[in-house]
């Protein structure tokens, strides 16, 4: 490591908002990181994420700030590897199903694959074990299966359609 | 669409992500949600179970799940308790009850679905009773005879089984699965050889097993 000031990278979101964060965060974004790769020679112009809002960004560079100082601490890894999941499970606590869809598809076109994954098995543990009507609800989706279709499969499956979980709303 | 509708913004690669940290009754019930689920979305293989030692007393299937890293187990309907699994083919697998030939009942078996697709009776092998007599009695006929089977192709309406024998090793039996009997390949052989039959890939364009000539 040097000891030089690390280098400050500026992002701009959807709505117009400036983030100034180190290169080594910004490097986390593989979109960004794969701009830099591309562009050795790019400026220190803002580099804008039209499909980004500041609430997910600030969220997301929260995260990645976290996880490189996990990553940097290293060598005591199973009291880190507990912080993250703590850290983790509290960031999906704290979204709702309406912020969590934001955060995904920012995460996604920001192609961070760690935070990604986290997020995935949020809505999974979200849905794990619920009612088909709970998930089509959950999802906004209509049924577009005629009512013989559906008691042919549920009649096929059986198993499957048995012990789930009441819905809750 | 109703009104909170954002999810329906995620790609196809992401619901699959999500489906795929989701149980296997968890995904079957959500072929349920809507068509577009059922068609598209993609069906990794990280579901790798290993089924276990089947005891003919108990009410299940227990499988070793490699993903979970528990044994996880599936009910028998009780017609399918009790039996015997001599074999598996294009996800088929293939089970015999009854310890005598009088009771004796063969057919595939899907352990998702629980579909059960009956065969014709062994004792429409003219040397069946022959063969089997042969044998202990109390153990179950088929077990005592049949070495090999396959299907030609998952889809049981279509498909054709193939049976090769321990004891009469030189015939070859066939059957659809709705047939009343088998039919026999026989005297295709010479002395010192017998048949041993594998799946063949070509089920997209017919039934068809490849049967290789063992001296």
Excluded at chain 2, 155 to 167: H, K, L, M, N, R
Excluded at chain 2, 185 to 198: A, H, K, Q, S, T
Aim: with cysteine; aromatic share 12%.
């Amino acid at each position: 490591m040097s000891t030089t000031v690390p280098k400050k990278i500026t992002l701009r979101t959807a709505d117009n908002h400036e983030f100034e964060v180190d290169e080594a965060v910004a490097m986390e974004l593989g979109t960004v990181k794969t701009f830099f790769d591309e562009n050795p020679d790019a400026t220190d112009e803002p580099i804008p994420l039209p499909n980004v809002s500041s609430k997910c960004l600030s969220t997301i560079i929260e995260y990645c700030k976290f996880h490189l100082s996990l990553r940097a601490r290293g060598n005591d890894s199973s009291s880190a590897e507990e912080e993250g999941k703590v850290y983790d499970e509290e960031l999906i606590k704290t979204h709702d199903n309406e912020s969590l869809v934001e955060l995904i598809l920012a995460v996604n076109y920001l192609n961070i694959k760690d935070m990604l994954d986290t997020l995935n098995q949020g809505v999974a543990d979200r849905i794990k074990n619920k009612s088909v009507e709970y998930v089509r609800r959950f999802f906004g989706i209509e049924n577009d299966y005629t009512p013989e279709e559906e008691a042919e499969i549920r009649a096929q499956y059986e198993w499957a359609f048995e012990g789930v979980d009441p819905d809750d709303d | 669409m109703t009104a909170h509708a954002p999810w329906n913004q995620l790609p196809i690669d992401i619901l699959s992500s999500i489906f795929e940290r989701l149980d296997l009754e968890d995904r079957i019930r959500f072929d349920l949600v809507c068509k577009q689920w059922r068609t598209n979305l993609k069906r990794t293989p990280q579901l790798l179970w290993l089924m276990l030692p089947y005891d003919p007393s108990s009410q299940y299937l227990s499988f070793f799940d490699m993903y979970e890293g528990k044994v996880r187990k599936l009910d028998l309907p009780r017609s399918a308790q009790g039996g015997w699994f001599f074999g598996c083919s294009k996800g088929w697998l293939f089970l015999a009850t009854g310890t005598n030939v009088d009771n004796l009942r063969i057919f595939l078996f899907d352990s998702i679905s629980r579909a059960q697709i009956p065969l014709p009776p062994l004792s429409t092998i003219s040397s069946f009773e022959e063969n089997f007599t042969a044998r202990r009695s109390g153990w179950n006929p088929a077990a005592c005879i049949i070495s090999g089977v396959e299907v030609s192709s998952f889809d049981a309406s279509q498909c054709i089984v193939a049976t090769t024998f321990y004891d009469n090793n030189k015939i070859l039996a066939l059957c659809k699965p709705q047939d009343d009997r088998w039919i026999i390949v026989e005297g295709l052989l010479p002395d010192g050889y017998f048949m041993e039959i594998y799946p063949s890939l070509m089920e997209n364009y017919m039934p068809a097993f490849y049967v290789k000539i063992v001296k």
